[in-house]
């Protein structure tokens, strides 16, 4: 349907939001009608269709609310959407719950404002918009825990479907929070080896010199403290998959060990004598450059070909956009679920502002996100108030970076010790960010000693 066949009613008593609404949506092609009151909005409504009803949940006679139940009484096909300076998230939630599309906070942006209602003509109604959804994750293919239908996607679920009856070694590469370990959980269950063990190894996360000890295991008395024989990972795994994560974080001399392991099936317990042969397969993930690894000397070349006999690589979540409704349903039924809440539905601009947002932390991100938002809600709509994200600090670092002070609010009084101190909590909070809450990383960002990050995180009462 175009613009010009669709009818917007907009319902204000102020007669400046009605006029600049009317001109704001006439220049989209809409068919735009005005009321200044409730009582002429149902006369309006009763006499004529309208696709959409754009109304002011405070008006002067009549509530908003009233006018959104006579609108729906007269049509269910009415889109409604509520706008207010003065709505709290229990009137929002009532009028959603009364069949409203959405609620738009004023002032509003001219553009989220169009795209909002765009939207809403394009899906139609609350039901066209759950059936979309439903259909939506009725395509998606699942391996696992693992959500999405985009190209991207369905490409790596071929090649898991393609590798995963083979021994060959699998390298996959991402940045962090894309589902790397995910993808090989996959992997093992559509193999041969479904049943036998699959052994998690964070190379990263296991000192340098208890490594050898829990990989390859150690017989009693081979060091201070070795009390008893202990059974290594790789000996565990015999028979199944190893997944080696983060294993850029290998030291040069744990990469030797490995690749023995890998070449010949064999190695020797911490303190032992005898070969030990296993039969593992080795999947290994990423979220360095190996390549660039291999050229500074930090990874083996030989060890970096024998891990990446086939590489899969993990698109970010700002590349796979098409597959953020289905991950929000998701995550929002898996945690309405373990907290015994009712959640049912996410608010269509507060998905505006997730699809906006470039997740530096990919879907462990999103997935954190909202279970932050389903623990701290206490409605069965997550509305962009309830979102845990720090959009709004983005904006006001996108803000400081492109330079869109309001300048002309100094005529009215600043307080520019305030504005000063929200500047910087903003732009730590996104270096902190940045480098997954790793303060030294951070400090390097911001130009600025350990020290002095730590005195401003005290400061400014940043959460660690």
């Given at each position: 349907?175009s613009?010009?066949?669709q009818r917007?009613l907009?319902?204000?008593?102020?007669?400046?939001m009605?006029?600049?609404?009317e001109?704001?949506?006439?220049?989209?092609?809409?068919k735009?009608?005005?009321?200044e009151?409730?009582k002429?909005?149902?006369?309006m409504?009763n006499k004529?269709?309208f696709?959409?009803?754009?109304c002011?949940i405070?008006?002067?006679?009549?509530s908003?609310?009233?006018?959104?139940?006579?609108?729906?009484?007269q049509s269910?096909?009415?889109?409604v959407?509520?706008i207010?300076?003065?709505?709290?998230?229990e009137?929002?939630?009532?009028a959603?719950?009364?069949?409203?599309?959405d609620?738009?906070?004023?002032p509003?942006n001219?553009?989220?404002?169009k795209?909002?209602?765009?939207?809403?003509?394009?899906?139609k109604t609350?039901?066209h918009e759950?059936?979309i959804?439903?259909?939506?994750?009725?395509?998606?293919?699942?391996f696992g825990?693992?959500?999405g239908?985009?190209?991207?996607?369905?490409?790596?679920?071929?090649?898991?479907?393609?590798?995963?009856?083979?021994?060959t070694?699998?390298?996959?590469?991402?940045?962090s929070g894309?589902?790397?370990e995910?993808?090989?959980?996959?992997?093992?269950?559509?193999s041969d080896r479904r049943?036998?063990?699959?052994?998690?190894?964070?190379?990263?996360?296991?000192?340098?010199?208890?490594m050898?000890?829990?990989?390859l295991?150690?017989k009693?008395g081979?060091f201070?403290?070795?009390?008893?024989?202990k059974?290594?990972?790789?000996?565990i795994?015999?028979?199944?998959?190893?997944?080696?994560?983060?294993?850029?974080e290998?030291?040069?001399?744990?990469?030797?060990k490995?690749?023995?392991?890998?070449?010949?099936?064999?190695?020797?317990?911490?303190?032992?004598?005898?070969?030990?042969?296993?039969?593992?397969r080795?999947?290994s993930?990423?979220?360095k450059?190996l390549?660039?690894?291999?050229?500074?000397?930090?990874?083996?070349?030989?060890?970096?070909?024998?891990?990446n006999?086939?590489?899969?690589k993990m698109?970010?979540?700002?590349e796979?956009?098409?597959d953020?409704?289905?991950?929000?349903?998701h995550?929002?039924?898996?945690y309405?679920k373990?907290?015994?809440?009712?959640?049912?539905?996410?608010?269509?601009?507060?998905?505006?502002?997730l699809?906006?947002?470039?997740?530096p932390g990919?879907?462990?991100?999103l997935e954190?996100?909202?279970?932050?938002?389903a623990?701290?809600?206490?409605?069965?709509?997550?509305?962009?108030d309830s979102?845990?994200?720090s959009?709004?600090?983005?904006r006001w670092?996108?803000?400081?970076k492109?330079k869109?002070f309001?300048?002309?609010?100094?005529?009215?009084?600043v307080?520019l010790?305030?504005?000063l101190?929200e500047i910087?909590?903003?732009?730590?909070e996104?270096?902190?960010?940045?480098?997954?809450?790793?303060?030294?990383?951070?400090?390097?960002?911001l130009?600025?000693s350990?020290r002095?990050?730590r005195?401003r995180?005290?400061?400014?009462g940043?959460?660690k």
């Open positions: 349907m613009n010009k066949s917007i907009v319902v204000d008593d102020e007669i400046s009605r006029r600049f609404l001109v704001l949506l006439s220049r989209e092609g809409y735009v009608s005005c009321a009151n409730g002429t909005a149902i006369s409504i004529k269709h696709d959409l009803l754009l002011d405070r008006l002067g006679d009549i908003g609310l009233d006018v959104l139940r006579a609108a729906k009484k269910q096909h009415t889109v959407i509520m207010s300076a003065y709505a709290s998230a009137t929002a939630v009532e959603m719950n009364e069949g409203a599309y609620y738009v906070p004023k509003f001219n553009e989220e404002i795209q909002t209602i765009k939207n809403a003509l394009d899906l609350i039901e759950k059936e959804i439903d259909s939506e994750l009725k395509k998606t293919l699942h825990k693992i959500v239908s985009s190209p991207r996607m369905l490409h790596i679920y071929d090649m898991v479907k393609q590798v995963a009856k083979t021994k070694n699998i390298l996959i590469s991402g940045e894309t589902g790397k995910l993808i090989a959980h996959a992997i093992h269950e559509q049943n036998k063990p699959f052994v998690v190894i964070n190379c990263g996360g296991i000192p340098e010199a208890l050898e000890s829990e990989l295991g150690h009693k081979s201070t403290g070795a009390i008893q024989d059974k290594g990972l790789f000996k795994a015999d028979k199944g998959s190893v997944f080696l994560d983060e294993i850029g290998f030291s040069l001399p744990m990469q030797v490995l690749l023995r392991v890998i070449q010949e099936k064999v190695f020797k317990e911490v303190g032992g004598t005898e070969d030990i042969s296993v039969d593992i080795i999947i993930a990423t979220n450059n390549e660039k690894e291999v050229i500074a000397e930090n990874f083996r070349e030989d060890l970096f070909y024998r891990l006999v086939i590489e899969i698109p970010p979540l700002r796979r956009k098409g953020l409704r289905a991950l929000v349903q995550f929002l039924e898996k309405s373990e907290m015994g809440k009712e959640i049912t539905k996410i608010s269509s601009y507060a998905i505006d502002l699809e906006k947002y470039d997740f990919n879907v462990r991100e954190n996100l909202l279970e932050r938002s623990a701290l809600s206490n409605t069965n709509i997550i509305l962009p979102l845990a994200l959009i709004h600090k983005r670092v996108e803000g400081i492109d869109r309001d300048l002309d609010e100094v005529q009215n009084g307080c010790e305030t504005i101190e910087e909590k903003a732009y730590i996104k270096a902190l960010e940045c480098k997954n809450g790793n303060k030294n990383k951070a400090a390097e960002l130009g600025l350990l002095s990050l005195y995180i005290e400061k400014l940043i959460e």
